[in-house]
Every structure is written in C-alpha cells, then in structure tokens.
C-alpha cells in the first residue's frame, strides 16, 4: 500500500523510515506540503495519506481526496477536529489516529517548566552567558514537602502525579473521575480546595465546553499568592486575558507554558508590528516570570517511535481490513 505524507519534517522522515521496514507491504512518500485543498491532488496514485493537527481535511480536501481514490487518512496525532467526518463518512473513507502515545513525554515537560520557571533557568542561563554571576532575581522554592495540584489524571496527568511524588510533593488532584492506579499518594479534593491548597497547579484535563476558560480571574484569585501553573494541555483551558491580570497582581510565582490560545493563528510566524500588538501570547512574553514553549511536549524520541509504530500498525490493519480501536468513529468531536 503507497502513502503519501505531508507536512513532512525530518524528524517525521527518520522516525517513520525506522519502523516502515518493518511493515513491508508498505511504502512511503514524502512531501513537504501540508494536506489542504490546493495539495489533495497530490494524492493522485496513492491508496492513503499522511496527516497532522495542522493539516485542513474539511469537505473540500475530502472531495478531492476521494476523487483521487484515496481509501484511509492516517492521523498522526490523537486529536481530528480538523477533518470533516461527514464527508469521510459519504465517501466511505477510514480515519485512524494515535490515541495516546507517550505520556511520560507530556508530564515530563511540564515538570521542566514546573521547574525551569521556579528557579527562573531562562533568566540564570541568560546572565550567565552575559558574564553576570549575580544570582539576584532568582530565588525559588523547595518542590519538596510542597503541594501540587494536578488538574485531569489521565494517562498525563497520572504520571505528572507520579514524577510530583518522587520529588516528595504531597499530590492533590481534581477530576470527574478518580484514577485507582493513583490511589496509594493522591488525594482528590474539590476544584476550590485544589486551587486554594496547590504550591504548584498543572492542567492535564482535555478542551471541552466543561473546561474551556478553567483558569479565569475567578479561579486564579482562589490559588495562593506565589503559586506555580502550567499548562501543558490546550491554550484555551486558560483565559489568557485574565492570566495576564493575575500576573500583574503578582498571583504567580511562575507560570509555564507549552499551549497558548493564539497557536493556531501563527502569531509570531506572521510577525507584523500590528499582530505583535495585539497578541495575548507577546503580552505574556514580556513578564519575566512566564516561559513559553511552542507546544513541544510531545517531542520526544519515544514519542516520535511510538507515533511512527501506531501509524503504521494503523495502515497495516486497513490493508488486512481488520477493525482497530484506532478508528475514529463518524461521529462529530474530538479531543487532543
Ligand atoms: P486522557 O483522556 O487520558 O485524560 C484526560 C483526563 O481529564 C481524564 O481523566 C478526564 O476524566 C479528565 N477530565 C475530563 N473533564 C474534566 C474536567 N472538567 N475537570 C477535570 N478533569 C477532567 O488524556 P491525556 O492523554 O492525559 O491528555 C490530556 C491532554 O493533554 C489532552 O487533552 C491534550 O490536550 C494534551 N496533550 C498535550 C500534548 C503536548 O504536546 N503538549 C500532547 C498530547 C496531549
């Protein structure tokens, strides 16, 4: 079976050519293009493509891509919000995606801006090379005996609870379902006791209607003065114009970053003063306690192979006809 893959980087390439040899009815080809209306076509000749999170698969692309006889779209990525069911549905077009593929990669991340922000690295490693050894500005607290809160225990969550543990941190957590696994050295307790009682918070929880705009000025007025939050997640689980005002009433110890609401418009790849201006996410980079990464929770070499593998394992199953747990049903949502 020939796949087409867009959007290609080469860490794509060299973590898909490294499990495809193990897969030998299937071969690969690489484009650089992401898959959209002006590049479905491309598709021409192949019985399945090769897509991401930023890849637009509405109805257009869809028609398009049945035209051209495509049979499967192999999602690499948990999350299809951006692909139009319905007309895979019509069309008779499988979807498959990764539901899950390393979340030890996610919660690791999120204890390193946990971290990084505490004891303000990004300022130490700055000075640093700048020939000041002063340590002015950089004092933290100890994680150690101190509280975290963990928002969402799922497979993230869970093992962010896991590594809060390890450091000696007394683990709360708030879900609307309790993780047994976690049972032994995690007390659920309300939302409100959570952000009262919390040194250092962590969104693990999906977007959904229930949790868009958890962290309002609301909720952020409850959590404890000099307080550490992260947010690993989805952008919009934090109303960014109201972390912006509990940051200038000096709530926060640190705030760490990997999601922000404006990921999605390309703010700073389109770098116009104007959009600059305007942006929530700029305004959050001018604190000096916030560190902002670019949604690279995900990026680990395990988690590049365990995608690499799932996808694949994804396209082997269509070409036996087997059914997978892996199959997005036809109905409307999505969640990562
Ligand atoms: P999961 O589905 O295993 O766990 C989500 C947990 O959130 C579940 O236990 C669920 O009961 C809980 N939850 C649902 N509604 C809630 C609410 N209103 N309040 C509190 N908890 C609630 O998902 P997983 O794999 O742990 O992923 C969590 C999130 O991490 C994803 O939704 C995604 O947004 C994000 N993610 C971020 C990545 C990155 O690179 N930064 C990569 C992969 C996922």
Request: proline share 2%; glycine share 6%; hydrophobic share 40%.
């Amino acid at each position: 079976m020939k796949i087409l893959f867009y959007d290609t980087k080469s860490y794509d390439r060299e973590s898909f050519e490294a499990v495809v040899k193990n897969f030998p009815e299937i071969s690969i080809e690489y484009t650089k293009s992401d898959l959209d209306p002006r590049t479905a076509a491309l598709a021409e000749g192949f019985d399945a493509v090769c897509a991401f999170v930023s890849s637009d698969i509405g109805t257009r692309t869809m028609e398009i891509l049945h035209a051209r006889n495509v049979r499967l779209i192999l999602m690499r990525c948990a999350g299809f919000n951006n692909v139009d069911l319905d007309t895979a549905e019509k069309y008779d077009i499988r979807v498959m995606r990764v539901p899950g593929y390393s979340p030890e990669a996610v919660a690791e991340h999120a204890m390193a801006l946990a971290l990084a922000s505490n004891r303000r690295l990004y300022k130490a490693y700055n000075k640093v090379r700048e020939n000041d050894f002063s340590l002015s500005g950089l004092m933290g607290f100890n994680f150690y005996q101190k509280t975290a809160g963990i928002i969402g225990t799922g497979k993230i969550g869970a093992a962010m609870c896991r590594i809060c543990h390890g450091f000696g941190m007394k683990v709360m957590a708030y879900d609307v379902y309790q993780n047994d696994s976690l049972k032994d050295f995690v007390e659920y307790v309300s939302l409100e006791r959570l952000l009262s009682d919390s040194d250092v918070i962590s969104l693990h929880c999906p977007l959904m209607d229930s949790t868009y705009h958890l962290i309002n000025i609301e909720t952020i007025k409850k959590m404890k003065d000099g307080v550490i939050l992260v947010n690993t997640s989805r952008g919009a689980l934090v109303k960014t114009n109201d972390l912006i005002e509990g940051i200038r009433m000096h709530k926060f110890a640190g705030v760490g970053l990997d999601v922000y609401e404006e990921e999605t418009n390309n703010v700073f790849e389109d770098r116009s003063d104007e959009i600059l201006e305007h942006s929530t996410t700029a305004r959050l980079l001018s604190f000096p306690n916030v560190m902002i990464t670019s949604h690279q929770g995900f990026f680990t070499r395990e988690a590049l192979g365990a995608i690499a593998s799932t996808t694949l394992q994804n396209a082997s199953d269509f070409a036996a006809g087997k059914d997978s747990p892996n199959d997005v049903p036809f109905v409307h949502g999505g969640t990562a």
